[in-house]
C-alpha cells in the first residue's frame, strides 16, 4: 500500500534527503512511502509535528490493519 500523505509531505525532496532529515537512508525512505516498512512511533510523531496531519491519516495502514488487530483483541 502506496502511502500518498508521505509522499505528498516529501514533496519536491528526495528520498535521500527525507531519509538523512530523519536519521534513515533514502532505501529505509522509501520502504515507507511504499508500506513495506514502518517507522518507529518517535519518527511517526516527529513527521505528525511536521507535516500538520495526525500519524493515523499519514500512517493509516498501521493504525487500520485488521489482521493486526485481530491478533491484538
Known amino acids: ?11 519536491e525532496r528526495s528520498q535521500e534527503e ?3 532529515k530523519y536519521g534513515v ?3 529505509t525512505w522509501s520502504n515507507w512511502e511504499r508500506g ?3 517507522p518507529s512511533p518517535a519518527i511517526m510523531r516527529q513527521i505528525e509535528i511536521e ?4 500519524m493515523e491519516v499519514t500512517f493509516f495502514d498501521v493504525f487500520n490493519n ?4 485481530k491478533r491484538v483483541i
Do not use: D, W, Y
Open 1 to 11: 500500500m502506496v502511502r500518498v500523505k508521505l509522499i505528498e509531505f516529501r514533496g
Open 36 to 38: 513495506i516498512k514502518t
Open 18 to 20: 527525507m531519509g538523512s
Open 66 to 69: 485488521l489482521k493486526l488487530l
Open 51 to 54: 507535516s500538520g496531519l495526525a
Open 25 to 27: 537512508t533514502q532505501q
